[in-house]
């Protein structure tokens, strides 16, 4: 018999936040009954990310921000040991923090608090690339009962359909509006969820080939497989937060190891 373990965070009093081991699960061995919530595929991606080259890593614990990220001005600070991000109430746009890096398949790790924002989205770009929105290239938005999993290169950022989708004629006429979904099945997908304000959550996103993973304190959570997520040249990732705020901490990105 033997006990299977799970690792989450809490929050102290003074914002900052600690992680706690307890049992989540029972082996009983010779039966073969296994009742555990870390699957194997989780297990093997956090395996294999420790081979891998590692391409950017912040702990913020310096004082100020580093000039490594690229951000929007007055929307992000360090408090604590912590990235404080919020968007300004007179901006149209979310607040925007990248870091330029060069990679094809990713690893990334952070951890992340809704703190009153809406959420936030996990942004990947090839910034020279011209046939989708920004350089659009996939995207991981998170929202407080919903975490969507996207392909913006041939989904909702490609030019054309991203025009399109804006365009009045998308709004008010359902025949076309049907047209142009057809076109984006399969470029995203969306799985339920309950994140709780001012409760740390550690979440990773796993980029190999076309294939997109994502899971949450360390049990996946969602897949999707996508011809644009395997574009050879990612220039850039970060954080797009809508409203105010949402604090990240520990954030790594590395090149994944071997399967």
């Not at 914002?15 to 082996?27: K, M």
């Not at 007179?90 to 923090?97: F, I, L, T, W, Y």
């Not at 969507?148 to 025009?163: I, S």
Request: with cysteine; hydrophobic share 35%; net charge positive.
């Amino acid at each position: 018999m033997c006990l299977a373990y799970d690792h989450t965070t809490s929050t102290d009093s003074d914002g900052s936040y600690r992680r706690i081991t307890h049992p989540i699960g029972l082996c009983v061995l010779g039966w073969g009954l296994v009742l555990v919530g870390l699957t194997a595929t989780a297990h093997a991606d956090r395996t294999t990310a420790k081979n891998g080259r590692l391409l950017f890593q912040d702990t913020f614990s310096q004082s100020k921000l580093r000039k490594v990220w690229r951000v929007h001005p007055n929307s992000f600070r360090i408090d604590k040991g912590v990235l404080i991000a919020g968007q300004r109430p007179d901006a149209h746009h979310g607040a925007v923090c990248d870091v330029l890096v060069d990679f094809k398949d990713l690893f990334l790790e952070f951890s992340f608090m809704l703190d009153g924002s809406a959420g936030f989205n996990v942004v990947i770009d090839d910034r020279k690339y011209r046939g989708s929105h920004a350089g659009h290239i996939c995207r991981v938005a998170v929202r407080r009962k919903r975490i969507t999993l996207g392909d913006d290169k041939t989904g909702n950022m490609k030019k054309g359909l991203f025009e399109k989708r804006r365009s009045p004629r998308y709004r008010s006429d359902k025949q076309f509006r049907k047209q142009i979904n057809r076109l984006l099945a399969g470029k995203s997908t969306s799985v339920p969820v309950d994140l709780k304000r001012g409760h740390w959550y550690r979440m990773t996103v796993r980029i190999t080939g076309k294939t997109m993973r994502v899971a949450l304190d360390g049990k996946p959570l969602a897949t999707l497989t996508s011809e644009g997520i395997a574009h050879p040249t990612k220039t850039d990732f970060g954080f797009t937060v809508l409203g105010r705020f949402t604090r990240f901490d520990d954030v790594s990105a590395r090149s994944p190891g071997r399967e």
